[in-house]
């Protein structure tokens, strides 16, 4: 599996997955200042329709484990975020 980002602007990244048994999948992400000091993280995954939909769900999967477990938020929520998992 290889990978490949490019970021689009302040906010926006796109990321290109290959692998040689399911293909391509481009993961977008994007982040979206809501009010001071919180932002909202967006992704999207865009896969080809002959994939299978695993692939894709995995992928998410694994983005929101590594968004709430490797970087806790701020002001001590970080044991009401763990609780809700």
């Known amino acids: 599996m290889s990978?490949?980002?490019?970021?689009v602007g302040p906010g926006i990244s796109v990321m290109t997955l290959t692998s040689r048994?399911?293909?391509r999948a481009k993961l977008v992400s994007c982040v979206v200042p809501v009010e001071p000091l919180i932002q909202r993280l967006?992704?999207?995954v865009y896969s080809p329709p002959w994939q299978p939909t695993f692939v894709a769900k995995f992928i998410l999967y694994?983005?929101?484990i590594e968004v709430l477990?490797?970087?806790p938020p701020?002001?001590?929520?970080?044991k009401s975020v763990r609780e809700s998992l």
């Open 21 to 23: 048994v399911f293909g």
């Open 42 to 44: 967006v992704h999207h």
């Open 3 to 7: 990978g490949r980002v490019k970021q």
């Open 69 to 71: 477990l490797a970087q």
């Open 62 to 64: 694994s983005l929101a």
């Open 74 to 78: 701020v002001m001590g929520l970080y």
